[in-house]
């Protein structure tokens, strides 16, 4: 060799740089990269309880509700006290704002976006949160035995 970079040398440095390039202009995918509406993650010392009512605000600062934030968080917490895990004792009704099992398939397709990427199951607080606003924006807090709360 003569030390000056030969033609296939040259190729591969130009393709590493382009590839380079285009990894760093390109969005870093993290394990909980969550598009859509509301996706945050609980904060370092920020309880489960006060994570369920930022996800609440969140939902209705996007879609207003009857009694607005206040209604909202009062229902979920006479449904499920905020825990997203909260069941029934029947085991017919669960999450946040407490979904019937046998309607959640519906009621997941009618109120979420398959852009948005949210977890199916009945037990994530952020997709029952937005699926239960969604409802309560569309159709009011009827299935939730009205928006007196307290």
């Known amino acids: 060799m003569n030390g000056r970079p030969t033609t296939h040398t040259a190729y591969a440095l130009v393709v590493a740089l382009a590839f380079g390039t285009v990894l760093a202009a390109a969005p870093a995918a993290t394990a909980g990269h969550n598009p859509g509406p509301c996706r945050f993650h ?28 206040t209604t909202a968080v009062c229902i979920a917490k006479r449904e499920s006290g905020l825990l997203p895990w909260a069941e029934s004792s029947d085991g017919l009704n669960k999450g946040l704002f407490q979904q019937h099992v046998d309607y959640w398939d519906g009621n997941y397709a009618s109120y979420t976006r398959k852009a948005w990427q949210l977890r199916h199951t009945i037990l994530s607080g952020r997709t029952n949160a937005i699926v239960s606003i969604r409802m309560a924006h569309s159709i009011g807090w009827g299935p939730w035995g009205g928006r007196r709360c307290g």
């Open 42 to 69: 609980r904060e370092d010392g920020q309880t489960v309880r006060q994570h369920a009512r930022n996800q609440i605000r969140c939902a209705v600062g996007r879609w207003s509700v009857p009694g607005g934030v």
